[in-house]
């Protein structure tokens, strides 16, 4: 049975920092030299973004972090090269108190969107890979928006950029197994709580992509449709490419979550795409050139690069991907939520394929089906 998702919304915090003030910023907590600088400069320059939200960003960009100021400012200037910056506690006290918020934020734009009671959720599934603590977001969007208090709860935690697709996949679980089910799913990401200090190519190269934003759905089951939805769920799917474990991974430090990020990434996707793809469609009895849209998860400019060229795309395919990312950064788990939402603007009917890529090397889909007229 198909799933209906009825209703996205989305919510990015309140200010957002130009990508070259973000350099400007940060660049004292990473470079030991000036080759570094010039080197992480390129880095911020190339990768496709121009604004990114944070929870820690003031009215002003230069708010983001001051030499003169530690205690009233999270991030500082790096003091030394034994210095690696906030201590992952003092992160995870900054991930309790913004979280929620901003999932609240995209959870009432959601049910609005489907013209949802709040009372009518009978499940909430949370979605994170940038924080933790409990009670958590999933009992606080209980309290806060007065959902009913037997309301079941799944969190689907750590699992990266793919997370909402795993969210998703519970949520059709739920509406499968209980026709009137009526889930609230909501991923919310604060990654710019996790910059990492000192130099390392890779995490660099996370630093200059990685933003905080949330995003939320509406699902229910297809027997209680009463308005079009947005998209209809009909399959989904998953591909561990082997031997990849080296090229993306998502740890717990000292001083923040640290990711490895491997430049062979983009080469190791146009490589399996196609061969695990052409099945799983054809299980609906598709062809990759039988769908209208893509929804492609920008993990970075180079990501979306190597899924054009894989299954033989046009740039115009790609570009709400690459819009969301130019305007809010990788936000993770959340950011797929941004580009199904943009790409109703796009007036799509017919099958659509999301895509989303994380620590495995795994490769996720959904199949969805779009009346956008």
């Known amino acids: 049975m198909a799933m209906l998702i009825s209703g996205i919304g989305t919510a990015a915090p309140a200010s957002r920092i130009p990508q070259m003030d973000a350099y400007s910023a940060m660049s004292n907590t990473c470079c ?40 009233e400012f999270f991030f500082y200037e790096r003091e030394n090269e034994e210095d690696y910056g906030p201590s992952t506690q003092e992160r995870m006290r900054q991930y309790e108190q913004h979280a929620l918020p901003l999932a609240i934020k995209s959870s009432v734009a959601a049910l609005r969107d489907a013209g949802q009671d709040a009372r009518e959720i009978t ?30 709860r799944t969190h689907v935690g750590f699992m990266g950029c793919h997370g909402s697709f795993n969210g998703l ?38 630093n200059a992509l990685f933003a905080d934003g949330s995003g939320a759905v509406i699902c229910r089951s297809s027997k209680i449709e009463d308005r079009k939805p947005a998209y209809q769920l009909i399959r989904s799917g998953s591909f561990l490419v082997p031997n990849t474990k080296f090229a993306m991974s998502w740890r717990i430090g000292n001083h923040g979550f640290e990711m490895t990020l491997s430049q062979k990434v983009p080469a190791l996707i146009e490589e399996n795409l196609v061969s695990w793809l052409t099945p799983f469609l054809a299980r609906e009895g598709l062809t990759i050139k039988d769908i209208a ?34 305007k809010h950064g990788n936000m993770s788990s959340s950011t797929i939520l941004f580009v199904l939402d943009r790409m109703r603007e796009e007036k799509i009917n017919g099958p659509v394929v999301a895509l989303g890529f994380g620590p495995g090397l795994a490769i996720e889909a959904m199949l969805l089906k779009a009346e956008n007229v």
């Open 32 to 71: 030991d030299s000036d080759e570094h600088r010039r080197v992480m400069e390129m880095i911020y320059q190339g990768s496709g973004v121009k604004h990114r939200g944070s929870v820690l960003v003031g009215a002003e960009p230069e708010d983001f972090i001051r030499a003169d100021d530690r205690d």
């Open 123 to 152: 499940h909430i599934v949370t979605v994170s890979c940038s924080g933790f603590n409990s009670p958590g977001v999933d009992m606080g969007l209980i309290e806060e928006l007065g959902l009913n208090r037997n309301t079941s």
């Open 169 to 206: 996949r519970v949520a059709h679980g739920y509406t499968a197994s209980d026709p009137d089910a009526v889930v609230l799913m909501c991923s919310v990401e604060l990654c710019s709580l996790h910059h990492h200090y000192g130099w390392t190519t890779d995490k660099v190269i996370a």
């Open 293 to 326: 849209g893509w929804a492609i998860h920008p993990g970075g400019p180079r990501i979306l690069d190597s899924c054009l060229a894989a299954l033989s795309l046009s740039n115009s395919h790609v570009a709400p991907a690459r819009e969301v990312l130019e």
